[in-house]
């Protein structure tokens, strides 16, 4: 679905990503892991072409999409869990939920979604301001699958979340893999991301340096600590 070749990002006259290469099957749940500051977030926003400067290939189900504006590339169905949420704290929850607009067909219905996270359901007339932190991230997840995006991309969806509330992202990451999606999640718990995804590439001074199947989590242990200083 996705192939990232030769990959390379500037913030301003920072030269961040040097030539960053992965690809993502349909249906597959895939992680950047690394240490803080190796460019796991900045791939991200290249992807969608918010960087200073980008180079490189980025494929979309074969179609070129590097160098097109952010808004026609959310069109071919990439939708971004961002890691600062993004919930407009005056708009009630239902209102968050609605306010992206449908770029492709095959979209989840709002009911649909309030299935996924019946907690949001209960909320739908809480404004922003009054979500919890757990709740906060489940809108920002839900509000992408009524686009229609096949493709999301989650950044540090579990971060400063209680265990319970992980445990809850974690089942319904599951549970859209089953229905389908496409999920690329960059995520420091890596006991989280061992538990949802199918491979890990780690990423070292801005480039993927290693990929890890996740069935050999436990043979390449040593490995993976190394790399991230764990």
Excluded: W
Excluded at 41 to 47: N, P, Y
Excluded at 57 to 63: P, V, W
Excluded at 125 to 152: D, F, P, V
Excluded at 219 to 225: G, I
Aim: glycine share 12%; net charge neutral.
């Amino acid at each position: 679905m996705l192939s990232v070749r030769d990959l390379t990002g500037y913030y301003g006259e920072s030269h961040i990503l040097h030539g960053v290469e992965f690809q993502i099957a349909e249906g597959e749940v895939v992680t950047l892991i690394g240490r803080n500051g190796v460019g796991k977030t900045t791939t991200l926003r290249a992807i969608l072409g918010l960087l200073d400067r980008q180079e490189g290939s980025i494929r979309l189900q074969g179609e070129e999409i590097l160098g097109l504006r952010t808004d026609r590339i959310a069109r071919k169905g990439i939708g971004y869990v961002p890691e600062d949420r993004g919930i407009f704290a005056s708009l009630t929850v239902e209102e968050n939920l609605l306010l992206p607009p449908v770029v492709k067909p095959g979209g989840l219905t709002t009911e649909e979604v309030y299935g996924l996270f019946p907690r949001l359901k209960e909320r739908r007339k809480s404004q922003g301001t009054k979500l919890s932190g757990g709740e906060q991230q489940m809108l920002s997840i839900a509000r992408i699958l009524r686009t229609g995006a096949r493709l999301l991309l989650m950044d540090e969806p579990t971060e400063g979340l209680a265990p319970v509330i992980v445990q809850q992202i974690g089942s319904i990451i599951a549970e859209l893999k089953r229905k389908g999606f496409t999920i690329l999640l960059v995520e420091q718990n890596f006991h989280f991301a061992s538990g949802v995804a199918d491979r890990h590439y780690v990423m070292e001074d801005g480039k993927v340096v290693d990929m890890i199947p996740n069935d050999r989590l436990e043979a390449e242990r040593e490995k993976l600590q190394q790399y991230l200083g764990v």
